[in-house]
Each structure stands twice: as C-alpha cells, then as structure tokens.
C-alpha cells in the first residue's frame, strides 16, 4: 500500500469519527474544542505519522467537518477564520500542556490566539469570556 493511500484511508477513518460525534452532539461553535480533542485523541493513535502531518490531518479532517455540515454562513465562516488564524497554535498548545511542558514563555507567545479562540467559544448573548478575563 502506497503512503498516500495510507494517508486517504487514515482520513476516511478520522472524519468518520468526528461525523459520529458531530452526529451526536452537532457541531456549535462552543463544541468545536471538544471535536478538535476528540479528533486529535484518534489521530495520535495512528501508527506511521508523525508530527506535523498529524495536526495537518486534524486541520483537514476538521475543514471536512465544516464544509459539510449544515452550518449557518456567519458560523462557517467564523469557524473557518479560526481554522486559518489560529488552530495550528492552539493545537500546539493542547499538545505542550498534554505533556506538561507548557510553560509562561508559551503561554505569551500563545496568549492571543487562546483568546481568540476563547472569544470564538464566548457565549454570544451574555458575554461572559469577556466580562470575566478581557478587563
């Protein structure tokens, strides 16, 4: 079996199991953090890969996600724009803190896009992240 065929049926595995807990929970922008663990929890079962392709692949399988859910435009696109801005960091930073080797350094150097991502997860009606942690 060629890599890339390797590659495809690994994916096709991995969107599977977000589909079913996208199935189960849907998909919001409050629980995206959850799918992305969950997503990441799969692939670094996966023997083969390493690395960077992992967090490529939870990129992929999670723009999959979006692109074929039936989420309203302005949702979309806000999960998309975090996609983009900011989920390659915060996945290095899932991943520091996994293995407690987050430290202060990379808490700044991460800082504003955790708050992005936070400000994201806010609740859109109370306001709550950013009465609570931006003042």
Do not use: W
């Amino acid at each position: 079996m060629s890599t890339t065929l390797d590659f495809e049926i690994i994916f096709d595995q991995a969107y599977e199991e977000a589909t079913k807990i996208v199935d189960k929970n849907g998909l919001t922008v409050q629980n995206v953090v959850l799918l992305i663990a969950n997503i990441m929890q799969f692939v670094e079962k996966v023997e083969g890969i390493e690395g960077m392709e992992k967090k490529a692949l939870v990129i992929d399988v999670l723009v999959k996600v979006i692109e074929e859910s039936d989420l309203d435009e302005e949702t979309e696109e806000n999960l998309s724009n975090f996609i983009e801005n900011s989920l390659p960091e915060v996945i290095d930073v899932i991943i520091a803190a996994s293995k407690h080797t987050f430290d202060l350094n990379t808490i700044i150097e991460h800082g504003s896009k955790i708050k992005k991502l936070l400000t994201y997860l806010n609740c859109r009606n109370c306001n709550c992240f950013e009465r609570k942690y931006t003042k």
